[in-house]
């Protein structure tokens, strides 16, 4: 298992009539756990971080894709975007991923709790123009490692996996069942796609997605032709965190400690990882109907009870706000238009709007203070998240970790994410669990 494990630190310090009692420097951080019904696991692995192109989160788009579809709540803004490609080009992305074993074989993924669907890309798979839909070299895609061979536990008749992107891409394959092996655990004969058609930009290292989301929100539909899908022909199935659950190899839990030293950033599987942390706040996850009448749990969507920053001049507090999503595949925060518009302002100096979703502030700009409350506890944004040096480009200009969303769509991503433990606990719970890293 990649990443180091904190050891406790044993005294051998003679105090006049013996030896002094081992510390555990995690006992503290083992009884917030406990109160919050969590365990601290062996099972965890190292998050690396690579820089892809194009977009900010292909999670936003499946959002807008799901939104057009109309399969959520009707809520449309008429200042929609029609997708990020309007996001300038310099500003590359970064996102996380992990090793993934599939079968005998092990390849990096994207760990992404706003998607529920994982699938690899198959070694003869298609690559199309996304704007043309003319077949191009499979390099064009920019995956990594292509799937050799066929589903190791069999495949699924009559069944395919149908994801379309607003930016542009899409993919298609057929379904089927493998062991899948995530920091030590074996998920057996859990659902996933050999994807053999793909309109993709990918990282040059990731060979796929690892699903992390619920129920509600995977994609397979009856049928081998994806130009017959509908919400009609929609097949719900068990995503991997649930069929962990249900196995019971593990907990049906997931946790991130995201850190941009990928020495410290890690993801844990049935608890959370090693790290030192305070008490954690506990928030249930929300149901939405779709048009259809159905309810159900589709994305990590929680109540935020209020936004606060702070500069050397400013002091704000947005309250009333709509819920959010958690999301590990968008990389920075996706706030109503003013909230973000009033974050930004108060960078030192005040950060530039790009286009109608980013801002861009001088890389060495001084971010506020960002505190979330979730659960009535305050959650710190680290400052070293708040910019991303990793976007730099000529002039001295970083992109800001702060970013408008639409309605339906606003989402804590990676920017939140970073220097906390987030727990995602799919159980007949259904919350998620949020604790500041004090190491």
Same mark, same amino acid.
Request: proline share 6%; charged share 20%.
């Given at each position: 298992?990649?990443?180091? /494990?904190?050891?406790?630190?044993?005294?051998?310090?003679?105090?006049?009539?013996?030896?002094?009692?081992?510390?555990?420097?995690?006992?503290?951080?083992?009884?917030?756990?406990?109160?919050? @019904?969590?365990?601290?696991?062996?099972?965890?692995?190292?998050?690396?971080?690579?820089?892809?192109?194009?977009?900010?989160?292909?999670?936003?788009?499946?959002?807008?894709?799901?939104?057009?579809?109309?399969?959520?709540?009707?809520?449309?803004?008429?200042?929609?975007?029609?997708?990020?490609?309007?996001?300038?080009?310099?500003?590359?992305?970064?996102?996380?991923? +992990?090793?993934?074993?599939?079968?005998?074989?092990?390849?990096?993924?994207?760990?992404?709790?706003?998607?529920? !669907?994982?699938?690899?890309?198959?070694?003869?798979?298609?690559?199309?123009?996304?704007?043309?839909?003319?077949?191009?070299?499979?390099?064009?895609?920019?995956?990594? #490692?292509?799937?050799?061979?066929?589903?190791?536990? %069999?495949?699924?008749?009559?069944?395919?996996?149908?994801?379309?992107?607003?930016? @542009?891409?899409?993919?298609?394959?057929? +379904?089927?069942?493998?062991?899948?092996?995530?920091?030590?655990?074996?998920?057996?004969?859990?659902?996933?796609?050999?994807?053999?058609?793909?309109?993709?930009?990918?990282?040059?290292?990731?060979?796929?997605?690892?699903?992390?989301?619920?129920? %509600?929100?995977?994609?397979?539909?009856?049928?081998?032709? #994806?130009?017959?899908?509908?919400?009609?022909?929609?097949?719900?199935?068990s995503p991997l965190v649930e069929t962990m659950g249900a196995s019971m190899v593990a907990d049906p839990i997931l946790s991130f400690a995201m850190s941009r030293d990928e020495n410290r950033s890690f993801i844990a599987f049935g608890g959370v990882p090693p790290v030192k942390t305070g008490e954690y706040t506990t928030v249930p996850i929300q149901q939405a109907?779709?048009?259809?009448?159905?309810?159900?749990?589709?994305?990590? !969507?929680? =109540?935020? !009870?209020? /936004?606060?920053?702070?500069?050397?001049?400013?002091?704000?507090?947005?309250?009333?706000?709509?819920?959010?999503?958690?999301?590990?595949?968008?990389?920075?925060?996706?706030? &109503?238009?003013?909230?973000?518009?009033?974050?930004?302002?108060?960078?030192?100096?005040?950060?530039?709007?790009?286009?109608?979703?980013?801002?861009? =502030?001088?890389?060495?700009?001084? &971010?506020?203070?960002?505190?979330? =409350?979730?659960?009535?506890?305050?959650?710190?944004?680290?400052?070293?998240?708040?910019?991303?040096?990793?976007?730099?480009?000529?002039?001295?200009?970083?992109?800001?970790?702060?970013?408008? @969303?639409? #309605?339906?769509?606003?989402?804590?991503?990676?920017?939140?994410?970073?220097?906390?433990?987030?727990?995602?606990?799919?159980?007949?719970?259904?919350?998620?669990?949020?604790?500041?890293?004090?190491?």
């Amino acid at each position: 298992m990649a990443g180091f /494990i904190l050891q406790a630190l044993v005294g051998s310090l003679t105090l006049g009539l013996g030896a002094a009692a081992p510390v555990d420097h995690m006992l503290e951080t083992r009884s917030f756990a406990a109160q919050a @019904g969590l365990a601290i696991t062996e099972n965890y692995h190292t998050l690396a971080r690579v820089s892809r192109l194009p977009g900010l989160s292909r999670t936003y788009d499946v959002l807008q894709q799901t939104r057009r579809n109309k399969i959520l709540m009707e809520d449309e803004d008429p200042n929609d975007p029609e997708g990020v490609d309007n996001l300038r080009a310099e500003l590359h992305q970064v996102e996380y991923i +992990m090793q993934v074993g599939i079968g005998a074989e092990t390849y990096y993924m994207i760990p992404d709790t706003g998607s529920s !669907d994982t699938w690899i890309i198959s070694e003869g798979f298609k690559c199309l123009d996304p704007y043309y839909g003319q077949e191009i070299t499979q390099e064009e895609c920019g995956f990594g #490692p292509l799937f050799k061979g066929d589903f190791p536990d %069999g495949k699924i008749e009559n069944q395919n996996l149908n994801i379309s992107y607003l930016s @542009g891409d899409y993919l298609n394959g057929p +379904m089927g069942f493998a062991n899948i092996t995530v920091a030590n655990v074996t998920v057996p004969k859990q659902q996933f796609s050999i994807v053999n058609v793909a309109s993709f930009g990918g990282d040059g290292v990731s060979s796929g997605i690892l699903g992390l989301g619920l129920r %509600g929100l995977t994609a397979a539909f009856t049928g081998s032709d #994806p130009r017959n899908d509908t919400i009609d022909n929609l097949v719900n199935y068990s995503p991997l965190v649930e069929t962990m659950g249900a196995s019971m190899v593990a907990d049906p839990i997931l946790s991130f400690a995201m850190s941009r030293d990928e020495n410290r950033s890690f993801i844990a599987f049935g608890g959370v990882p090693p790290v030192k942390t305070g008490e954690y706040t506990t928030v249930p996850i929300q149901q939405a109907t779709t048009n259809s009448g159905k309810t159900d749990y589709f994305y990590y !969507d929680i =109540v935020i !009870d209020s /936004i606060s920053w702070n500069s050397s001049t400013i002091k704000q507090t947005a309250t009333n706000l709509p819920n959010m999503l958690v999301d590990s595949g968008t990389t920075i925060n996706l706030f &109503p238009r003013n909230v973000a518009a009033a974050i930004n302002n108060a960078y030192s100096p005040p950060g530039q709007q790009e286009d109608n979703m980013v801002w861009s =502030v001088p890389c060495d700009a001084v &971010p506020p203070t960002l505190d979330i =409350v979730i659960g009535g506890k305050a959650i710190r944004t680290h400052p070293s998240s708040m910019i991303l040096p990793e976007t730099a480009i000529e002039g001295n200009r970083c992109l800001s970790g702060i970013g408008a @969303g639409q #309605p339906g769509s606003y989402i804590l991503g990676d920017t939140f994410m970073q220097e906390i433990v987030a727990v995602f606990d799919v159980s007949d719970k259904k919350e998620l669990k949020f604790a500041q890293r004090l190491d």
